[in-house]
């Protein structure tokens, strides 16, 4: 059955990116436990297997350095002090190995399952917490019974195998007391060594079931109900009002930027109301003409007049100002399928410009592929007064 929220509404859906990051700023991420216990567990039974022989060695060295002082030193007031520095400095070289092993195991397991997560709102005093209902109900709940059935699988799987290995080396421990003491304490040190090893390694079997467990029910907890989406959906992209406003003031900013770039056109194609087209070429930096700025109606008017005010050529040829008005964006080159057309036009502005006498209006040819871009009328666009 799905868990419900307070006012009754299951929670059925799966938690977002945005829920599962907000409660991991508040320290909320998946944890086992058991995974943590058994990483550590296991590491120290190789630590000491691999560090066993150098800790063993160094504890000597202090046992020589703390019992076989000198007649002078005896009665020196100050060299206690010299012993129990070096004897200090010897201990930690002895257990910084094998200390290190565990600092690393205890930081680094828990980013295996939910990564490091530090919070400051998980620090802060909850005093739900305190309430003696909510405290039954945990005692009493579904993860207390899954946290007994743990602790008695535990139980069981150490309890059995200890009983095992202790079947297993009943004769070695019997014979523990025909060695003397250093072979004793070799031997000793050997077996409970590797059996701690192996009851470690019984608990992987735990942590298996219960990191599963612990990733299904942070799930869990984290559902959400169809309302709860789509009111984080609604946060996240914004409501639609807000949205289309902020469409419009883009839309309002990229053609003041466009409107900028009209004085620096070539020529201007028009319609001659209802589209206009602003070409620019560069034969040393551009490959092609390129569409500096377009627009449909009051669009299309405000470019023929601010090419008015810096004396920019208008053409007018309706089929090519709506072939280029379709199948090019702002500040890109031009179709190939027009390259023709363009040139026929932009050679009659140049004549123009040198005063050339006797220039005569091209009429540019739309290849075959165009006329539908060239009998396509404006896009919605509504129809400005007469320049």
Sequence with gaps: MAEENENGQEKTEEPTPKKREDARKKGQVPRSRELNTTVIMVLGALGLLTFGSYMAGQLFSVFDLSFNVSRQDIYDPHAPFGYLREAILIGLAAVAPFGLLMLLAALLTPAVLGGWAFSAQAMQPKFSKMNPLKGLQRMFGVK????????????????????????????????????????????????????????????????????????????????????????????????????????????????????????QADVIVTNPTHFAVALRYDGERMGAPRLIAKGVGVVALRIRELGAEHDIPRFEAPPLARALYHTTELDQEIPAGLYLAVAQVLAYIYQLRSAARGATPPNPEIPEEFLKYANAAAPGAPEPPSA
């Design 144 to 263: 207390a019974l899954v946290e007994l059935a743990k602790a008695l699988a535990k139980v069981m799987v150490v309890g059995g195998v200890s009983a095992v290995l202790i079947w297993g080396l009943r004769d070695r421990i019997m014979a523990l007391g025909s060695l003397s003491l250093g072979d004793g304490l070799h031997e000793g040190a050997d077996m409970f060594f590797w059996a701690f090893l192996a009851i470690s390694a019984t608990l992987i079997l735990v942590a298996a079931v219960d990191i599963p467990y612990q990733l299904w029910d942070h799930t869990k907890k984290l559902k959400m109900t169809r309302q709860e989406v789509k009111d984080e959906f609604k946060q996240t992209d914004g409501k639609p009002e807000v949205k289309s406003r902020i469409r419009q003031m883009q839309q309002e900013l990229a053609r003041g930027r466009m409107m900028e770039n009209v004085p």
